[in-house]
């Protein structure tokens, strides 16, 4: 256990990986509290028929996954076929003893399985008594060599009418869509999800034998379905925020003045994530939506004092007080605390930086003009949008 407040990073996941070194055929997993409740690992399934092709291709595309920079670990999930020993029986030497494969194979399950010969019965309870070859005889493989199987010509040894074969058997057949199928697990390292979901798609690209295919698991699809509806969602609070500015404001080149202040502090917020490492969540789109929130107050207390000393003041004080400290707490949950406080810090003060200098700018004429005729443009589209979707003819109706 960690001392808190202390963070298991990167570095130190990688030291530890070192210090406990491989333990094949076992596993060692080591995750950061940050992939606990988000992106954590993506399972890809090799589908075909052979399962041997198969064991060789999830081992090829696991191996090639590892390798590749900011991919923590590839990890199959199915145990390793377990090596088989096959007696092969030789109908034509078995038909010259007088022996059939099913009496070769029926004299070896009674020798070391052993038949049973009577019950015995103690306390109202049945036991079997099974008889079988003593112990020295069922050891090992070698002593196959002793055993002797009744013909119809008398005794012969048993490779005389059969022979072993070596191979390789899988612990369980795992099965999809009536194909049969092996999967691996991919654990990202210290990539964003985008990269990382770039890396994952790449596999489809590996030339594969004919009728074997890839799919990734449910994890995988909605992962990508997340990522779509949370860019929507963005462009969906963009497109409500200038609505309602245009109806609050009765124009349409105002709320364009007001949404012109968030692009450098969003900027400066996503290059500090960067540089402090912390991953793109959904937590950290929260935060940024509170960070936008946040300077369009500013905004307003902005055009209230004209920039002067009060608003700096109000605005230190209040990134001191309120968004520090979300930096500062331990524990479970630390991890997105600190990025929503990275966030709100350093938009909030770079907002205080940039917001009067992005007001002077468009309050000069030049700026006016161009942001009414981008603001009759965004009108016209408007408009024809809502001709499609609900017609003149429709809405007289």
């Known amino acids: 256990?960690?001392?808190?407040?202390?963070?298991?990073?990167?570095?130190?996941?990688?030291?530890l990986k070192e210090?406990?070194?491989?333990a094949e055929p076992a596993f060692v997993y080591f995750t950061r509290e940050e992939a606990q409740g988000g992106f954590d690992s993506v399972t890809v399934n090799v589908m075909g028929?052979?399962?041997?092709?198969?064991?060789?291709l999830a081992q090829k595309l696991a191996g090639k996954m590892s390798e590749q920079e900011g991919i923590s670990d590839a990890v199959l999930r199915y145990k390793q076929p377990r090596p088989e020993r096959k007696l092969v029986v030789a109908r034509d030497k078995a038909e010259g003893a007088g022996l059939s494969p099913g009496s070769v194979g029926e004299n070896l399950r009674l020798a070391i399985q052993g038949g049973v010969a009577t019950k015995f019965l103690e306390n109202n309870r049945e036991v079997d008594v099974?008889?079988?070859?003593?112990?020295?005889f069922r050891a090992d493989l070698d002593s196959l060599e002793h055993y002797m199987l009744q013909g119809s010509h008398g005794y012969v040894p048993l490779f005389a009418v059969a022979g072993l074969e070596e191979g390789t058997i899988p612990v369980k057949i795992y099965r999809r869509d009536k194909k049969r199928m092996l999967s691996f697990s991919v654990r990202p390292g210290d990539i964003d999800l985008d990269e990382a979901i770039e890396k994952i798609e790449a596999l489809r690209a590996e030339p594969l034998p004919e009728d074997y295919r890839i799919e990734y698991g449910h994890e995988f699809r909605r992962l990508i379905e997340?990522?779509?509806?949370?860019?929507?969602?963005?462009?969906?609070?963009?497109?409500?925020?200038?609505?309602?500015l245009a109806t609050w404001t009765e124009s349409l080149t105002q709320p364009l003045r007001i949404l012109l202040i968030l692009p450098p502090p969003l900027s400066a917020a996503l290059l500090a994530l960067y540089i402090f490492d912390v991953d793109m969540s959904v937590q950290m789109i929260v935060g940024l939506l509170l960070l936008c929130g946040l300077l369009f107050v500013?905004?307003?207390?902005?055009?209230?004092?004209?920039?002067?000393?009060?608003?700096?003041?109000s605005a230190v004080v209040a990134m001191a007080l309120f968004y520090l400290p979300f930096g500062l707490v331990s524990g479970e949950g630390a991890e997105m605390t600190r990025g929503i406080a990275i966030v709100l810090s350093v938009g909030a003060l770079t907002g205080v930086i940039t917001t009067p200098m992005v007001e002077r700018i468009t309050r000069s004429r030049r700026m006016r003009i161009a942001l009414k005729r981008m603001g009759v443009q965004i009108s016209d589209r408007l408009r024809r949008v809502g001709e499609r979707l609900w017609p003149s003819d429709t809405l007289r109706k």
């Open 1 to 15: 256990t960690l001392k808190e407040g202390t963070r298991a990073d990167a570095d130190y996941i990688d030291y």
């Open 19 to 22: 210090t406990v070194g491989a």
């Open 49 to 56: 028929e052979d399962f041997t092709v198969l064991d060789e």
């Open 130 to 136: 099974r008889v079988r070859y003593n112990e020295r």
């Open 226 to 244: 997340s990522r779509r509806r949370t860019y929507g969602m963005l462009l969906a609070v963009l497109l409500l925020a200038y609505m309602f």
């Open 298 to 313: 500013q905004l307003s207390y902005a055009r209230l004092t004209d920039g002067r000393a009060p608003y700096w003041r």
